[in-house]
């Protein structure tokens, strides 16, 4: 097969146009690339290799850690720990942040908060997962521990975000301001090489997803939009098709790449939302919003613009094709809770 531009020569390329570029942010990226072949290979033998199932433990948000969850965190924290770019990590099975302390890393400009396998709960199921991403500039001094404020930034400061997701291949998209691009992961060899270029997201789509189990539950806006989505008008290509994965990166990747909504409203057992700002939430907007959509947590909030106060702090997520989120914001403003 011949290899397109791997995404090393594509880091390369990207730096040579950033004549200022110190080649840091390349280094971060070799690092989530090796940790993502590395879940990629335990997540592809993951009922014979005796590491699925709950762990045992708990994460900080009470969820049974399923023992690939802890194997993806330590992969990917100690693949960012190796390279002295990365100061600190927040993460999802990590109750407090963590600040790497060796002198070196201290000197690292910046700072990364990830969900280490989102949707974990669909391992043992073989349902897509996966790798969510968020990388920042450290607002603190170099050379001191990485502190809270550091992680606390609105996603409109993102220096880049992303995911890898673990699929029928594995494949890590991504941005730093520049738009989308998409790369397959070439076992065989061992790169990730550039498969979607630029990627767009559709103006409009025909998927909704969303729960519906919790539909009692749902602010009204929301349960008027699901209504509007099934209502048949072969002008607008309604009923339009529910798909609902459970793992957000699944849903979200299907969307991107045919047009489509996902969304986790509040609900009576999670009257936030679900979904974690930090670290699902803003690298997932920025991608969307880099790819031409949307992404609110309601009525003209933008995500991106919301301010953290706690590191796994929740909120409501409506995300995807511009007109459809436009579409549901309508509702929720008619329908004011
Ligand atoms: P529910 C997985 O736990 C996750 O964080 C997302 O990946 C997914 O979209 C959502 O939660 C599923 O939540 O409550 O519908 O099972």
Redesign the pocket.
């Given at each position: 097969m011949e290899i397109t531009k791997t995404h090393g020569e594509f880091i390369i390329d990207a730096q040579h146009e950033h004549p200022d570029a110190s080649g840091e942010l390349s280094s971060l990226f070799a690092s989530i690339r090796l940790a993502a072949k590395i879940v990629h290979r335990e997540i592809n033998k993951a009922g014979l290799a005796d590491i699925t199932g709950a762990a045992g433990a708990e994460n900080v948000q009470g969820?049974a850690q399923q023992k690939l969850d802890l194997y993806a965190n330590d992969k990917f924290k100690a693949a960012l720990e190796a390279r002295g770019v990365v100061c600190g990590l927040a993460s999802e099975e990590e109750e407090h942040l963590v600040s790497f302390d060796s002198a070196r890393c201290q000197k690292g400009k910046y700072i990364v908060l990830m969900?280490p396998l989102?949707?974990?709960?669909?391992i043992d199921v073989n349902v897509s997962v996966?790798t969510i991403f968020s990388i920042y500039h450290r607002l603190t001094p170099v050379g001191t521990p990485a502190k809270e404020e550091d992680f606390l930034q609105p996603g409109n400061k993102q220096v880049a975000a992303g995911y890898i997701i673990y699929g029928s291949s594995t494949m890590l998209v991504y941005t730093t301001g520049q738009g989308v691009n998409g790369f397959t992961y070439d076992p065989s060899i061992g790169v990730f090489c550039l498969s979607n270029p630029d990627m767009r997201a559709p103006k409009t789509g025909t998927i909704y997803?969303v729960?519906e189990?919790?539909y009692v539950h749902f602010p009204e806006g929301i349960k008027k939009y699901i209504k509007y989505c099934q209502i048949e008008d072969k002008a607008s290509n309604r009923p339009y098709t529910s798909r609902?994965?459970?793992?957000?990166?699944a849903?979200f990747h299907r969307n991107l790449i045919k047009g489509g909504i996902?969304m986790?409203p509040t609900s009576t057992?999670?009257p936030n939302g679900?979904?974690r700002l930090l670290y699902?939430c803003n690298p997932m907007a920025f991608l969307i919003e880099q790819a031409g959509g949307r992404a609110i947590a309601g009525p003209g909030i933008r995500i991106m613009d919301m301010v953290p106060t706690e590191l796994h702090q929740r909120a409501p997520l409506y995300l995807g094709s511009s007109r459809m989120v436009d579409e549901v914001e309508a509702r929720m403003v008619a329908n004011p809770e």
């Open positions: 969820e969900d989102d949707g974990s709960s669909n996966g997803s729960n189990g919790n609902y994965i459970g793992s957000l990166v849903d996902y986790y057992a999670y679900k979904l699902e």
